[in-house]
């Protein structure tokens, strides 16, 4: 952690200098000519960003055609809310429960079975 926090300031404090130097050298033209790519990229990548926010997943979903689902399909999902709100209810599985003998002292059941 130490280490990239020295790296980091290291980094900072040479283009710090370098900036100063430019400028100092060559004058506000040089740093805004240097820095002219800088600001190109970040205005492209907002202006993507804000087109991808603009795009059929995103909003109100106004755009997005309404599809109206088919009456087996409506029936099915009815049945699932008649079956949700009859919480006494339990539900048949196809499977049982096989009583272990964990505990017990039984010599008529086989070791491995």
């Known amino acids: ?10 980094s900072i404090i040479l283009g710090v200098y ?6 100092t050298n060559f004058g506000f033209w040089w740093l805004f000519m240097q820095l002219l790519p800088t600001f190109i990229l970040v ?3 907002v202006f993507a960003y ?13 755009s997005r055609p309404k599809v109206k689902p088919s009456q087996k399909t409506m029936a099915k999902v009815a049945g699932v809310r ?17 009583e272990g003998s ?12």
């Open 1 to 10: 952690m130490i280490r990239h926090a020295l790296i980091f300031w290291i």
């Open 18 to 23: 370098g900036l100063v130097h430019g400028v």
């Open 43 to 45: 205005g492209l990548l």
């Open 50 to 62: 804000r087109l991808a926010m603009k795009g059929p997943s995103y909003g109100s979903g106004g």
């Open 82 to 98: 008649k079956a949700q709100a009859a919480p006494g209810k339990r539900k048949s599985y196809p499977f049982q429960v096989i």
């Open 102 to 113: 964990k505990g017990k002292n039984d010599d008529q059941m086989p070791k491995y079975h």
